[in-house]
């Protein structure tokens, strides 16, 4: 009869060899850290519900292949919303005499913080099972071996607050590789009570390891689409993607990676950073650090009324994130002297306003906006507090007209009422000027013009109207800049057509409500109404048959008109390239014009998105050789070139662009403005929309002495 102990060792020996062999298995499904950075700790899973609501992709996760194949055979410490790792401590407490683990116990233990899934019964309902055989000291060791690899794709970073964790995760996009992702690091404290309506404060330095694996709340408003409210007041987040991060040996010179930091549209309104919408995947596969945030929207990012309540609270969020990627990105790989802004829409108006404020200056480099501009009529708001009264009044406020007990009532109004009725300050007259957002961006300090001294209770972002800072050439003009439009913007607004079917009668009756508010028209205003009119329809009606020519007209008078402005004042008075493009590629990546399901042909606001970034819920699969992947490819490319190099098109040799990008030049801004369109090709053009742009200019050179 064999010696027990002589079985024991051969027993422990097959454990060993076992476990040996599950090693193997791991590392040969497990893709290798490519940065030979050292992983220290755990991660949580959502649940499937949370991942659909945030647009989760769990193949992005970074640890599919091990949860696949080595979770499979053991199931150590793993599961459900949280996972549980027991201590070797409770593990001691389970040994019985023998000296082996008490599975049942073991079992009961994890049970009762997380489910069991059905691998894991599988593997233990057997009284042969190999986990109920193996020794406990084995079992041990496979644990830590488990434990160990799923760390592997997880990374601390130190920020000058504190450690944040992060992970490594695969790209999205069918590449080989892929980076680095800390997502809802906070950048400022929570907004809430008297700093509700206030610019916020800086996040306060930390202790220990913040987890940086998932993103944070976005800042409260109602979904686009589905009309819905989300959000928290507890919203400040920045996310940051990198593909290089610092290696340990401090002593080596290490390059610092360029940074593009990104401010989403969606009308000063809606929207939030997260990556469902703005997957890093194709934008760092070139080399550059992302960062993308969360900024306050609606009326607790711009409602105004007085000192106490300035406005502008989402435009100081902005300043505040790019504060923090000035003191923290270079813990990411990212060079704080090499930052680039770059937004849409919105987002557009807001890189440019940035341009503007002496709050901003010295914290980024290089900007891009794209589709929106501060020029535009619905980007700045008439600067009072009679909206922000209007808001409470409609909230059931009954007290006196005093504007701190107003902004004593609204502070305690919980955010979802706000954002609620924030639609509902929007008068007859707000919609006869085309004005469709309540609460945007507006010039500060305007309670001091009765006033014998001025008086701000916080540096103020704005004090005077951007076609004015223009006039005195007063803004950033040492930063080059990139600007451009898509051929049908206006597209957008079939979305309210389809709301008020009866807006084309509306506009068909009332012509004159579309005559720019900044043309001095007054007298003679009836006919500057016929003429656009002639221009833009001929001797058509405003309805159906004339959608395609209120499109080209909308498109003008709601973005391109800004644009082009805003584009020939920072060339001619600037000290930096500055870049035009049209955008003009009617592809299957077009974001807006399939999230609304519009048939029609043209490339509608925000279609561009598509070739920049990765979309959660895109699930194409496209040839790599199609259009759509070689238009993509460009744009990422011209994008990162001009955070690299000043330039979309620097002078290195690359078959992936052939023409050259001019900028403006500064001497002809008026008669020769260059543009590059982008298309199926690539191709330098000059003065888009000619017609169209010699229209306008002529009108304002009339009636303003002055056509930009």
Known sequence: MPCPRNWQRGAATAALSLAIGLIVLAICVQRPNESGHRIIVTEQRKSSAEEARDGYDPHGGDLQDLRGKARAFFLIATTTTTSTTMSPENATKSENASGSLDMPQMVAHMGSSTAETTAWKTLTSHPNSLVQLLPSRAMRVVQEVVRSLRKEREIVATTSL??????????????????????????????????????????????????????????????????????????????????????????????????????????????????????????????????????????????????????????????????????????????????????????????????????????????????????????????????????????????????????????????????????????????????????????????????????????????????????????????????????????????????????????????????????????????????????????????????DEMIALLTDLMFLQGIRRTARNHAKFGNAPVYMYRFSFDGSLGLYKRMLGIPRPGVCHGDELGYLFKFGFFNLSLDPKSMEVQVKNRMVRMWTNFAKYGSPTPDTEDPMLTTKWAPIDPTNVMNSLNYMDISANLAMKTNPEPERQRFWDEMYQHYNGAAM
């Open 162 to 547: 504190g450690k944040v964790r992060g992970r490594y995760q695969k790209y999205r996009s069918g590449e080989r590789g892929g980076y680095y992702s800390f997502k809802g690091m906070r950048y400022g404290a929570p907004p809430t009570g008297a700093r509700r309506f206030r610019a916020a404060e800086p996040e306060k330095p930390w202790s220990g390891i913040r987890d940086a694996s998932r993103e944070g709340q976005s800042c409260p408003h109602k979904n686009m689409i589905l009309d819905t409210f989300k959000g928290d007041e507890d919203c400040l987040f920045v996310n940051v993607f990198t593909t290089q991060m610092p290696k340990d040996d401090e002593s080596a010179e290490q390059p610092k990676l360029p940074v593009m930091v990104w401010l989403h549209g969606g009308g000063f309104s809606f929207g939030s950073g997260n990556s469902f919408l703005y997957g890093p995947d194709y934008l760092v596969a070139e080399d550059i650090v992302l960062v993308t945030l969360n900024y306050r929207l609606g009326p607790l990012g711009f409602l105004t009324a007085g000192p106490d309540a300035p406005g502008n609270q989402g435009l100081k969020d902005q300043v505040l994130a790019l504060k923090w990627v000035r003191d923290n990105i270079a813990a990411f790989g990212g060079d704080p002297n090499q930052v680039t802004i770059f937004g849409e829409s919105a987002g557009a108006s807001s890189v440019q306003l940035l341009l503007l404020s002496p709050q901003a200056k010295g914290l980024f480099h290089r900007a891009i906006s794209q589709s929106g501009s501060a020029l535009n009529p619905w980007s700045m708001s008439a600067s009072s507090s009679q909206r922000a009264a209007r808001l409470a009044a409609n909230l059931g406020y009954v007290g006196a007209n005093n504007t701190e007990d107003i902004l004593d009532f609204l502070r305690r109004v919980p955010a979802m009422k706000l954002v609620e009725a924030a639609p509902t300050t929007i008068t007859a007259e707000d919609q006869r000027n085309n004005i469709g957002l309540p609460f945007v961006p507006v010039v500060e300090g305007y309670w001091n013009q009765d006033s014998q001294e001025e008086q701000f209770y916080e540096e103020p972002f704005l004090t005077q109207h951007p076609s004015d800072m223009y006039h005195s050439q007063n803004f950033n003009s040492d930063v080059a800049y990139m600007t451009g439009y898509n051929t049908h913007e206006a597209m957008l607004f079939i979305r309210r057509l389809r709301k008020n079917p009866q807006l084309l009668g509306i506009i068909e009756n009332d012509f004159g409500r579309l005559v720019p508010q900044d043309l001095n028209v007054t007298q003679s205003h009836d006919r500057v109404t016929r003429e656009i009119r002639s221009f833009y329809l001929g001797s058509k009606h405003v309805g159906i048959e004339s959608v």
